[in-house]
């Protein structure tokens, strides 16, 4: 588990690094579909990028920010619901 400050602050920056990264979108999206995402999977793909965090911060701050990118809303319409699996929350 990360300082959650720390945490928040390396998903929120993931988030803005998927937002213009074709490949990270591609490596993102193969973990999400079938109505769920797979935390634990883009958590590592964060990792590799040099982002330390948590599925909690993940899960925490998917749960609070209500504002999506536009990569994140093309997922979200690609699956039927927002299930989380493969986490450990």
């Given at each position: 588990?990360?300082?959650?400050?720390?945490g928040?602050?390396?998903?929120?920056?993931?988030?803005?690094?998927?937002?213009?990264?074709?490949?990270?979108?591609?490596?993102?999206?193969?973990?999400?579909?079938?109505?769920?995402?797979n935390?634990?999977?883009?958590?590592?793909?964060?990792?590799?990028?040099?982002?330390?965090?948590?599925?909690?911060?993940?899960?925490?701050?998917?749960?609070?920010?209500?504002?999506?990118?536009?990569?994140?809303?093309?997922?979200?319409?690609?699956?039927?619901?927002?299930?989380?699996?493969?986490?450990?929350?």
């Open positions: 588990m990360t300082d959650n400050n720390a928040t602050s390396n998903v929120l920056k993931f988030r803005s690094l998927i937002d213009t990264d074709p490949a990270l979108q591609a490596d993102v999206a193969q973990h999400v579909g079938d109505g769920g995402w935390s634990a999977a883009i958590v590592e793909i964060g990792r590799k990028a040099g982002l330390e965090f948590s599925t909690e911060d993940l899960v925490s701050v998917m749960e609070e920010d209500d504002e999506l990118s536009d990569f994140e809303l093309e997922l979200v319409a690609a699956a039927d619901s927002a299930n989380c699996y493969g986490n450990d929350v």
